[in-house]
């Protein structure tokens, strides 16, 4: 069994056999060509299949991703030769979004869930900012076209478009909260709520409810191990990361260090 067909095998429990195989197109692709080649859009779980895609190349690919600012959570994945020396163009622009905050108030998931109304897919799109007068999309270069001609709606409110640097972007601050505690267990259930200070039985149902992910893949249950370095997003709660496991207590529990971003 070749290393593609290895791959394939161990990203299709998870459904990522599709994307998987897309990015070995891509890499195979570059290296062929000398020179490099631009994913569309991919979110943390598809940047893991993207650095586990370019490893196999023994140093001839190299991985590169960009987001159009640092700490993006989507990025473009681009798979450049060893013999290329050039910029790698990623095909990013940035196009702000501005409406009337008197009369409409319009969450992340209402600019998410129009522009995905309108036909456009999510594979094409960025991050989204919000900011205090209106969002900033990052977009798939020719995507930027149509938001600039043709976007004037958003959940029934209107909006109007204008290009924008990549420099003037307005990424939120992250809020950064370490947390010590002692846990029983490094179960996942038992683990995840005391990072995100729920009850355990609490965050068994949003496990349950598929809402916790564990290094960006769907968890497997409350029971599954985590450990040290594990992150741990819980929907529209932010991330935890397991930073380190400190040892263990007199009364036989398990000190950790945990960091929370919200």
Not at 46 to 66: C, F, H, M, N, P
Not at 146 to 156: A, D, I, K, P, V
Not at 221 to 242: A, T
Request: charged share 30%.
């Amino acid at each position: 069994m070749n290393n593609r067909e290895k791959i394939l095998r161990y990203y299709k429990s998870s459904g990522q056999d599709i994307l998987a195989a897309r990015l070995l197109d891509l890499a195979e692709q570059a290296l062929r060509s000398r020179r490099f080649r631009v994913s569309d859009f991919l979110d943390p779980a598809g940047i893991s299949v993207a650095e586990t895609v370019a490893a196999q190349w023994d140093g001839k690919v190299r991985l590169e991703l960009q987001g159009g600012y640092e700490r993006a959570e989507r990025v473009k994945a681009a798979f450049v030769s060893a013999e290329y020396y050039g910029a790698v163009d990623f095909g990013l622009r940035a196009i702000a979004v501005s409406w009337d905050k008197r009369y409409e108030r319009l969450s992340h998931r209402d600019v998410l869930g129009g522009l995905l109304g309108v036909g456009i897919e999510r594979e094409v799109l960025g991050d989204i900012l919000m900011t205090s007068e209106g969002c900033q999309v990052l977009t798939d270069a020719p995507l930027g076209d149509y938001l600039l001609q043709q976007l004037s709606y958003l959940g029934g409110a209107q909006v109007s478009t204008k290009e924008i640097s990549l420099a003037e972007l307005e990424p939120k601050e992250e809020t950064v909260k370490e947390i010590k505690t002692t846990v029983p267990s490094l179960r996942l259930d038992v683990v995840a709520a005391s990072g995100y200070g729920v009850s355990r039985s609490r965050m068994a149902e949003e496990i349950k409810a598929d809402k916790l992910r564990v290094n960006w893949q769907p968890a497997k249950g409350g029971s599954q191990s985590v450990q040290q370095g594990d992150i741990l997003s819980l929907r529209g709660r932010g991330r935890v990361e397991i930073v380190e496991i400190l040892g263990e207590t007199k009364k036989g529990r398990l000190s950790l260090l945990l960091r929370r971003y919200l």
